[in-house]
């Protein structure tokens, strides 16, 4: 029944896969025309990505990427910076300025773009991995469908890094599936650089005795932050602990928060915007905790059984 309806026994695409395919193409072009009104709105708009843009041009400018960024926002007329300080540690603020020695909106496109080939390798990446064959006839609308989860929405709407990190870690994972212990903990190191919270993934390699993959990790994590040191000097690295850590504290209970932090607060309206880190609600802090503590628990357990996971 499933060949009559894809038309694999006449050989040839039935209706009903034309038409998917059809629908698909035009879901996929008017996202394509959707990311180039965001790129012609969002060239005078800040999003996530303008904090990055703006980070990368203030370290071509042998300026401090911890303060400034508003007024170096308003001076390219971006409105809406919503934050002085580079909200991460300096090394993605030196991998972003090439794209912040072009215009905003050019740079802006390229960023989108990346974040698509980065998604999509990522896929290709877990395809090869598990095995996974997809019918020529699925792959529009498969990638249309993809394209619509709200996770992947909400970063390609704002600009954020987080396509460019998963496509590091699984590479990482990948390469531990097929029995390489080095690669994966250096990807797991230049992850960590980039936005702190993957070096949480050492706590695994501690739990299997994977010490290759540990050592791995520590040197590039520590390797890439001398090398940020050298390039931007010791001080930037000690703003981010004083500077951008209290400047992002208030923004956990915004509604652009899509985290389990961000989720609890909001919802109970727990935490004030003119609070700081950890917050005024303790019992909104230890639930969010709890949950994001037994989410890694979860995915923990599921991994332990063996070394492919």
Not at 147 to 159: D, E, F, R, T, W
Request: some cysteine; aromatic content about 10%.
């Amino acid at each position: 029944m499933t060949a009559d309806l894809v038309g694999a026994r006449k050989g040839r695409p039935s209706a009903i896969v034309v038409a998917l395919n059809l629908v698909s193409a035009l879901a996929i072009l008017i996202g394509i025309v959707a990311i180039g009104r965001n790129v012609v709105s969002w060239s005078t708009e800040a999003t996530d990505f303008a904090q990055y843009y703006l980070a990368g041009k203030r370290i071509l400018e042998g300026l401090s990427i911890y303060d400034g960024l508003i007024p170096a926002a308003e001076a390219i007329g971006l409105r809406g910076l919503w934050i002085d300080s580079f909200p991460y540690p300096p090394l993605f603020a030196l991998m972003v300025t090439p794209l912040s020695a072009l215009p905003y909106s050019w740079a802006l496109l390229a960023w989108y773009s990346l974040s698509l080939i980065f998604f999509g390798a990522s896929l290709l990446l877990v395809a090869l991995a598990r095995g996974i064959e997809i019918p020529p006839y699925l792959a529009a609308p498969l990638s249309a469908l993809t394209l619509l989860l709200p996770p992947v929405i909400i970063h390609l709407s704002i600009g954020q890094v987080e396509l460019l990190l998963l496509l590091v870690l699984v590479a990482a994972w990948r390469g531990y599936r097929q029995g390489n212990r080095w690669l994966p903990g250096a990807l797991v190191g230049l992850a960590a650089g980039i936005k702190l919270f993957p070096g949480a993934l050492c706590l695994y390699f501690i739990a299997k005795r994977e010490f290759k993959s540990l050592a791995a990790a520590s040197v590039t994590f520590l390797g890439l932050m001398a090398v940020t040191i050298v390039s931007l000097g010791l001080p930037e690295h000690l703003d981010y602990v004083r500077k951008a850590l209290p400047a992002v504290a208030p923004f956990i209970s915004g509604l652009g928060n899509h985290s389990l932090f961000g989720l609890i607060h909001s919802t109970f309206g727990l935490f004030q915007s003119s609070g700081q880190w950890p917050g005024h609600s303790p019992v909104a802090v230890g639930l969010a905790a709890l949950l994001s503590l037994s989410a890694l628990a979860v995915t923990s357990w599921a991994c332990w059984g063996g070394e492919r996971v």
